[in-house]
């Protein structure tokens, strides 16, 4: 059995931080279940209290009295422009240079297929090989549209060394989905351009948390999710971000009338919009931006570098606080011991991943498992307290010094893992 | 001036019919506001109270208490295949052949860029020239993607005659988006089949008011929009069918995650999930879609047939009532004069169309303008009811006769006309 009188840090220590922290009141914009240690943030934020009233009057004040009056009353029209508008200081993009609409991986397929059009002498696709896996399954399916294109799939230390002159596109993700390890956005965008080749980054893991630069960074393109740190709600609407300079050339493959630069004018020939606005496609779902765009507040008003700083704070904390308990009970880490080099979780293997996740859900303290072995903790800097983090290592030294995840309903598989 | 007297029905007759008619109570289902006659369900369907209480169900009984086991506890994982089965029926389809999904314009370009690749040999893509201006757009972007593609576009009376043993692939929509003139689904379909070319139809215009057997006319293909009939809200999730025949050798060019066989064991390639699941991509929009799903309500017991059959009626009384009018102050139907070759709405041309269709609205008779000239009445069967199109004839007579219209304030353009 462990000692956690030995750990060091106090409860009352961690009340003390939490009180002092400037960040901390905005804790109350979330309506949090009771009892729960939320440190699932990097997969879906929880529900924000403006999110909610927006949901509702989009529902009951605009589409059920405006009805297809909505679009200008309510400026639903403008709706994605103004949630873009929202994540273009979180990203370092100017609001042009932003578009909100549809999925990450419809995103990710229409930057790419754009940027070979950009690039159409260049035959090479290059990403690493433990990038997320439905970017790589877009990729695989645009390679099959296109016969011609090569993927040619790396190491991530192996990246910058693979980029050569047939390289038309480089995508990679800014934090491992796995890991958590941060790449080098500004280095690799740079050493892409110098061989002429385009940057695309999927921000999915390090939007709202990161202070993200594409344009000092060089990046050409990037898509990002709407559910994580944004807490835009479940399956929220994703963006995506095209540097000024490629919009002249630009053409989205999925010409939908949103993206077309007059859709009321129902003309034959498409045109496109200017700026990323171009990016759109369909009709955009209003009742999930709407929450988008509400859960934006959060950010409104912090300052760049506070948000990454205090989730490494608390992912520090907890891997200190836990440390001897999860080095007894065979836990090893996967993500950088350094914290400088991570994004906002925390991620461990262990052979019994699935129950004891299962387990330590039913203790209160919600984190997840990816297949085979991982073991994931996020620490989503306006959600999660460092006295949450103190009493998450209390239960999880209790989980399994006590061994209650060898019950075997935790062992029995969910649809979601 | 007109006579109104002279119309022949008259508003008690009308309330009597409406009250014999058994479709009348699910007007019910709808949180109209007062005063308003709304003739713009084409375009936008009214707020349900079922997806007023599901959005609201979603939003804080699930997201906010639930967070992260949504996808699980709400079963939001299953949302989009829940939903599909709850369309399938009202296209001809099997569940297993139907999947709810982005938009429109995003599942039409799947499913031509996976027909093309089903027909490689083939470089012809057939289309209307009156197409819906986005079906278009989104088949010049694919074509640009696929420069060996050839877009033959062709009048709608000349669509079969231009079928030959070079096309690939016939798009059409079920209902003229201007006129509301119906296709022939299943004679295009069978002629499409009997040159070897497959059949994609986009019916927005029709899903949830015509009778459509999508099995029965041997179509290959189709995509539909989720927020006109079927009332899921703006920018409501679309759907799209694909033939069980077609099951075996179909690829989503999108192939994300949501389209993967095994989405949560993480693998490094894409394997096609069973069916028209495929066809998903991204992580779908579930506040979006938990309206759809629950609007879908009101289709539960209505006997095939009588929707469209109301709606005929519904326009046929508008045109009579309104005939005398509309030739006196230069209207010219635009739509099929014969009720069985139109879908739900009824449309004119008028010089004036802007600054008439905004002083209607300004007269509580809600339809839509569509540039240059044209004005729409749509005749959503559950939305609207005889005495209703008797009064909306009454507010055009007025409108019209006094020349309202020409008030300067209606012809300011709005961003979505």
Known sequence: MTNPDAWGETLAECRRLDQEDPLTPLSRQFALPRGVIYLDGHSLGPLTRSASAAVQRTVRGEWGPMIIGGWNEADWIGLPARTAARIAPLIGAEPEETACADSVSVNLFKLAAGALALRPDRKTVLMVESEFPTDGYVLQGLARLRPDIRLKIVPAGELKGALDPETALLVASHADYRTGALADLSGLSQAAAAVGALSLWDLSHTTGLATIDLNAAGADMAVGCGYKYLCGGPGAPAFAFLARRHHAGFLNPIAGWMG?????????????????????AGTPPILSMAALHASLDLFEGVAPGALLARSRTLSSLFERLTASVATA????LASPAEAERRGGHLAYTHPDGYPIVQALIAAGVVGDFRAPDLIRFGFSPLVVSRSQVWTAARRFAAVMDSETWRNPSFSRRQTVT
């Open 260 to 280: 077309h630069a007059r859709p009321f004018d129902f003309e034959a020939n498409y045109s496109p919009a200017s700026g990323a606005d171009r990016l759109m």
């Open 329 to 332: 009970h065979g836990f090893s």
